[in-house]
């Protein structure tokens, strides 16, 4: 059996991101609908399946696992697949993207267990904004989460701040300068089409990434940076700041060409890419198999046989993947 994933246009599968839950405390205006129905129970991973998955995977020579969701943090005893996953031999990094709701109680004990980096979504610094982009969200709490995670000390804290017209672009400078106030990274990100959500009109709430580095050009000097995080997006260090501004650009940057990644669903469905729907049921390969680690890893491997070469996001008005992010896992 090969002791690593290579797929057929001879790129290396050495990061998985996981989401472990579909449910979520915030219902953001970008990745879900008001009124949305969860998975039953029974459909989803347990977590004694997701450590499983994640044991298959590094064995398989992945070496880095990204835990997402929904919102992760409100998983019951989820701290406990953090300790797991974090002990195991030849995963490098276990990192984390949260909401931040959670964080003020759980920051420390995630650092215990092993997360190095930690991505907190964080849209606008606006309260009132914030709330009617998240709906149910509070900026106070995330922004006492954001700084729970600076005490407890990752190696990385980062902001993922997705920008809508009219909506918040006005406020990306502010973001930047907040970025820089505490020495972390931001990245932003262009809304992609996944999910009906029925509230804004995609295409003209579109907010161009580089649009967005225009608008920073006024206020801050950016230098390119040829730096990577193994992910689609592209860099620019702030001068005379620690701070690194990323943009992820599924519409206007074909990111594919390099892409190491596959997602795992909250159901167990391998995501080959994260714009179309090539996917493998592994949650059926694990509960046929119980305890057959050999099983699920060949399964693993033929799935590779399908990655496709790239994603086609257009500004349809219709979505071109019905799936929702928080499924998904963003
Ligand atoms: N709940 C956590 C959070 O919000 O960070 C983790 C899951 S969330 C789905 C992961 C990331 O996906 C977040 O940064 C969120 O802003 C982003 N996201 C959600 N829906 C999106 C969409 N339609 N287009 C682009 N990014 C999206
Ligand atoms: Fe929840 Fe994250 Fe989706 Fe917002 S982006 S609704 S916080 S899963």
């Not at 990745?31 to 004694?48: H, N, S, V, Y």
């Not at 000390?153 to 009219?166: H, P």
């Not at 790239?310 to 500004?315: V, Y």
């Amino acid at each position: 059996m090969p002791s690593q994933l290579i797929d057929k246009f001879n790129r290396k599968i050495t990061y998985v991101r996981m989401s472990v839950i579909d449910r979520c405390d915030f219902r953001c205006v970008y990745c879900m609908d008001e009124k949305m129905t969860f998975l039953p129970r029974a459909q989803i991973l347990t977590l004694e399946e997701l450590e499983w998955l994640g044991r298959a995977f590094v064995e398989l020579g992945v070496t880095k696992i990204r835990i997402t969701g929904g919102e992760p943090l409100v998983r019951k005893n989820i701290l406990h697949l953090f300790q797991v996953l974090g002990e195991l031999e030849g995963l490098k990094e276990l990192v984390l993207t949260t909401n931040g709701s959670q964080l003020v109680k759980m920051a420390q004990p995630l650092k215990e267990a092993g997360v190095k980096r930690v991505n907190i979504s964080l849209d606008s610094l606006k309260p009132d904004r914030f709330q009617k982009m998240t709906r149910t969200g509070k900026l106070n709490i995330v922004l006492r989460g954001i700084e729970a995670a600076l005490k407890a000390g990752f190696k990385r804290v980062k902001i993922n701040a997705v920008i809508l017209k009219n909506r918040n672009h006005d406020e990306v400078t502010d973001l930047v300068q907040f970025a820089c106030d505490y020495g972390i990274d931001i990245t932003f990100i262009e809304e992609m089409p996944l999910g009906m959500i029925g509230e804004h009109d995609r295409a003209e709430a579109f907010y161009s990434s580089a649009q967005i580095r225009q608008d920073l050009e006024e206020s801050f000097t950016l230098l390119p940076s040829a730096e990577t995080t193994a992910g689609p997006a592209r860099y620019y260090r702030v001068i005379n700041t620690d701070t690194r501004i990323g943009f992820i650009s599924p519409h206007s940057h074909n990111f594919c060409d390099t892409c190491n990644r596959v997602r795992v669903t909250t159901e167990g469905r391998l995501l080959l890419c994260l714009g179309q729907e090539h996917s493998v049921d592994l949650r059926r390969v694990i509960r046929a198999n119980p305890g057959d680690i050999m099983a699920l890893k060949q399964a693993i491997i033929k799935a590779m046989a399908i990655k496709p070469k790239g994603h086609d996001f257009e500004l349809d008005e219709q979505p071109q993947i019905l799936r929702y992010m928080n499924a998904t896992g963003g």
